[in-house]
């Protein structure tokens, strides 16, 4: 695990109050008579947050996100002013896990509206290898109650139904990080996921709601809007993954484990969930073998982050390479405008690779 993403963790104490000192003399009503005028003042962790709250918020909100365009989401640290604005939000949306300072810095914001997306559906542990292939649905239904009897989640749904939100999963230790993927910790990508993402969407419709009440009814239909169009990139995903000539990818980033689990597929990731991290020889070598015996094709590499191990390992291996969006932030360099859009060009992506029929 790369140390440096750890630094902010045990810094932000400090930040915090330093932050919340400075900024002090700008109190709630300061700050309500900005540009924003009474909108509800939103802070949001880093993007596929910010897409939810401004997708179902609409009009009604002024989102601000911690993490600018073109930053990697789990290297950030957070200014003191940025740590000060937190408090004088009036609702908070993060994934804890993600962002270590993010975590801490909200913790100690007080905001009373502060949503964690990983409590509005259920996270599982995936490792360098994912796989929602081998075993078949009625495998899928087993590891579904095994996890479910794990975490207390009686009944969770079935991939792909449209049910309520479960309940929230035990909250991990702090000292997580982004250390996951590894034995006992959680994959926090259910993002990547659209129909996890639609949970998600369901739960941050309701906190909305509830923290906004006079506007709860255009909450909702946004809410209902955005998960519709969720539902019809699921469909797009099933429809278009369903045939393909291999079922395995190989990633430089190992976030896709949910997608690989929703859509019957293999994630290989090269070096694991830290997209930095350099990988051993042996995992090269067990890579090399995997392409050979899966027929895999591509190597992916992600827009936030360096491309040199995916090109390496592609020229050692003569595969191809090719862009599999994460989609922990939007660039100038990302294959679509928003969320949608660039998951339809990672589907793209990924029909090429597998050899969609």
């Known amino acids: 695990m790369n ?14 109050v330093l932050g919340l000192t400075a900024l ?4 709630t009503s300061d700050a309500a008579d900005g540009g924003d005028g009474d909108k509800l003042k939103v802070t949001a962790s880093f993007y596929p947050m910010q897409f939810l709250t401004e997708r179902i918020g609409g009009e009604h909100v002024a989102v601000t996100s911690l993490t600018k365009p073109g930053v990697e989401p789990h290297d950030l ?4 002013r940025q740590i000060g604005s937190i408090s004088e939000s009036d609702y908070v949306l993060y994934l804890k896990g993600i962002q270590p300072a993010v975590d801490d810095a909200i913790k100690q914001s007080g905001v009373k509206n502060t949503v964690d997306a990983a409590t509005l559906t259920t996270l599982e542990n995936h490792g360098s290898e994912v796989s929602g292939h081998d075993h078949g649905h009625e495998g899928e239904e087993k590891h579904a109650d095994e996890h479910a009897d ?6 969770e749904e079935e991939h792909g139904h449209e049910e309520e939100a479960p309940e929230a999963p035990e909250e991990h230790s702090e000292g997580d990080g982004h250390n996951h993927g590894e034995e006992g910790g959680a994959d926090p990508h259910i993002w990547l996921d659209p129909v996890k993402y639609a949970e998600v969407a369901k739960g941050v419709g309701k906190s909305l709601e509830k923290a906004d009440p006079d506007h709860a009814a255009d909450y909702k239909k946004n809410t209902d809007a955005l998960v519709a169009e969720l539902g019809e990139l699921n469909t797009a995903y099933e429809t278009g993954l369903k045939s393909t000539s291999t079922k395995t990818f190989i990633t430089t980033h190992s976030a896709f484990g949910y997608l690989a689990e929703r859509y019957g597929l293999t994630q290989q990731g090269i070096a694991g969930i830290d997209p930095e991290a350099e990988p051993s020889p042996a995992r090269i070598q067990e890579i090399h073998t995997i392409a050979e015996k899966e027929k895999a094709t591509t190597v992916f590499f992600e827009t936030l982050a360096s491309d040199k191990t995916a090109k390496t390992l592609a020229k050692d291996t003569g595969l191809k390479t090719g862009v599999l969006d994460p989609l922990e932030g939007i660039t100038d360099k990302s294959q679509g405008a928003d969320y949608i859009e660039v998951m339809e060009s990672n589907l793209a992506a990924l029909q090429k690779a597998l050899g969609a029929k």
């Not at 902010?8 to 400090?14: I, K, L, M, S, W």
């Not at 640290?77 to 003191?80: A, G, K, N, R, S």
């Not at 794990?150 to 009944?155: I, K, L, Q, S």
């Open 24 to 27: 002090s003399a700008c109190s």
């Open 3 to 16: 140390v440096r993403r750890l630094i902010p963790t045990t810094a932000v104490t400090g930040a915090v």
């Open 77 to 80: 640290e957070l200014t003191p």
């Open 150 to 155: 794990e975490h207390g989640h009686e009944g």
